[in-house]
């Protein structure tokens, strides 16, 4: 497990923020049907918006990066 420690006031999930923008863009031109497509834009969303409040909830937005990388990886295939 990687040690990760926040600096100068650095937001720590700037990579994760990254990986979901492009996963947004990776989704658009996915042929994942509507729906699905919707929800999964619809959680990237809830989870950059916890990553951008004041004080994130390091366990949502866990548990929401983890679906993420899930979906990353569906869209992929």
Do not use: C, F, W
């Amino acid at each position: 497990m990687a040690n990760v420690q926040q600096v100068g006031g650095a937001n720590p999930y700037t990579d994760l923020k990254a990986a979901l923008q492009s996963l947004l863009q990776e989704l658009s031109t996915s042929g994942l049907p509507l729906p699905e497509r919707q929800e999964a834009e619809e959680l990237i969303g809830k989870t950059m918006q916890e990553i951008e409040s004041d004080k994130p909830s390091k366990g949502v937005v866990k548990v929401h990066g983890s679906v993420a990388r899930i979906l990353e990886y569906t869209v992929a295939l």
